[in-house]
């Protein structure tokens, strides 16, 4: 069975560009998240969907970001206008629901690096 | 923003040894889990251990959690060179079911 999938692997952008990040996750999983990694840092979290909801988004910059999973599969993750500060891994993972509540493990993609410059 | 804190932030260990990381947290949980990421990849995760289990055992590692002092190990005996990587602890919440990570412990095995 494939893992989740992202792609590109890697993008460089200039800054106010925009630039569209793109995830699969494993099959049958419900719960989608998109996280932000820095060098050295663990990974924060942009946006949580459960199905095509999105539940958690509380730390997603609203004014430049922007993610859809249509149809509770796939998600696209946005970035418009792209600042230098955005350089960073974004990482999508996905995991299944516990019969008992919570989740199990995520399941994470490569990432994509993207620079802007 | 994040919950859990692991320490060390860096450890260095002769090949053989057992490394210990430890995770606090702050808030009531549904279970912790532990990940491993190599430099450049993804997320792996290692082991999940539920609020009312108190230890948990996979080949090499052992993680125990306390949820009255908040906070979690884990333990990698007879460690290799392989087991070079960061190591991060994630929590769920009982609340909202939302999964917080630390900043991670930068493990380093020297040969």
């Known amino acids: 069975e494939a893992g989740v999938v992202q792609s590109p692997r890697y993008k460089i952008i200039e800054k106010k560009q925009p630039v569209a990040f793109w995830c699969n996750p494993i099959?049958?999983?419900?719960?989608l998240y998109w996280y932000l990694q820095n060098l050295g840092q663990g990974p924060e979290l942009l946006i949580r969907?459960?199905?095509?909801?999105?539940?958690?988004d509380s730390q997603l910059p609203k004014d430049r970001f922007s993610a859809e999973r249509l149809k509770g599969v796939d998600s696209t993750l946005k970035i418009q206008p792209a600042e230098l500060g955005d350089s960073a891994v974004y990482l999508c993972a996905s995991s299944s629901t516990l019969s008992r509540g919570g989740n199990t493990e995520a399941f994470f993609g490569q990432g994509t690096r993207l620079t802007v410059v | 923003s994040q919950q859990g804190e692991e320490d060390p932030q860096a450890l260095s260990i002769q090949e053989g040894e057992n490394a210990t990381m430890n995770c606090s947290y702050k808030?009531?949980?549904?279970?912790l889990q532990w990940y491993r990421q190599n430099s450049g990849r993804g997320l792996v995760h290692l082991i999940l251990?539920?609020?009312n289990e108190r230890e948990k055992h996979s080949g090499r590692l052992r993680v125990t959690l306390d949820t009255s002092k908040k906070s979690s190990s884990l333990l990698i005996t007879a460690s290799r060179a392989a087991d070079t990587a960061s190591y991060f602890c994630a929590t769920v919440r009982d609340s909202n079911y939302q999964l917080i990570w630390g900043a991670g412990t930068k493990l380093i095995i020297k040969p």
């Open positions: 969907y459960e199905n095509e909801e999105a539940v958690d």
């Open positions: 808030t009531s949980i549904n279970n």
């Open positions: 099959s049958g999983h419900n719960t």
């Open positions: 251990i539920r609020s």
